[in-house]
């Protein structure tokens, strides 16, 4: 059931940016403010399936449920529950399904706060992150699915990368990194706006600065760590 369900709600975040990306490069080429209140409706839409994806690895991974393929690759019954929770970043699938989380949380932060405001530049902006974000559901949803379903269950599994037990600084490291590296996508894609428009101007400068801070803070306490 968790295999069908996680599978289920990263394909709705999946067409979920795929028609907000087709809607934001639509809204800023036709400069539509319906294409572009579409656009932010599938990026609060992309991010709250790939929270519900989260919530049910997490169920899963805490639950031992090695039905789930990922919860086979690098849970066990024997990790203690503080190690369990962070293995949602021990292994490629699931460190791709953050980073799709991660993703799409910032991109509904940027719809959010940009609500209404820099018409000539956001909607592209949101169209080209959501862009990003059919990247990354896409290799969610299929070629890195942490949700495959076991053909044989196994009794218990490995347990998680070593290298994530060996201090308690590694619940915030990893995520410190990809909440920077991460969190690029959205001044990425501002930048890409002001060519597309063919302007910057000095609201958009200034905005593309303090989107870029974020990040930048992010990776400077994850390298500290």
């Known amino acids: 059931m968790i295999s069908l369900l996680g599978r289920l709600v990263v394909l709705v975040a999946l067409a979920a940016c795929g028609v907000g990306a087709v809607c934001g490069i639509a809204g800023g080429y036709k400069r539509s403010d319906t294409a572009w209140k579409w656009s932010r409706w599938m990026a609060y839409l992309a991010f709250a399936a790939m929270t519900a994806a989260i919530g049910l690895m997490e169920y899963a991974l805490i639950m031992d449920d090695f039905s789930v393929s ?41 719809a959010k706060i940009t609500d209404g405001k820099y018409k000539d530049h956001s909607s592209w902006a949101l169209g080209i992150s959501l862009m990003i974000g059919i990247f990354f559901t896409f290799l969610v949803s299929g070629i890195a699915n942490p ?43 501002m930048g890409c706006s002001a060519l597309l428009v063919g302007r910057i101007g000095a609201a958009w400068s200034k905005a593309i600065r303090r989107w870029m801070m974020i990040p930048w803070g992010f990776l400077s306490v994850g390298i500290l760590l």
């Open 147 to 189: 949700f495959e379903p076991m053909e044989v269950v196994p009794s218990d599994g490995p347990g998680p990368n070593p290298l994530l037990q060996n201090h308690v600084l590694m619940i915030i490291h990893p995520p410190a990194l990809y909440l920077g590296y991460v969190g690029m996508a959205v001044p990425f894609a």
């Open 70 to 110: 990922y919860v086979a690759e690098v849970g066990s019954t024997q990790t203690p529950l503080w190690v369990t929770i962070v293995s949602l970043w021990s292994s490629l699938d699931g460190s791709i399904l953050l980073w799709g989380f991660v993703l799409t949380g910032y991109i509904a932060a940027f």
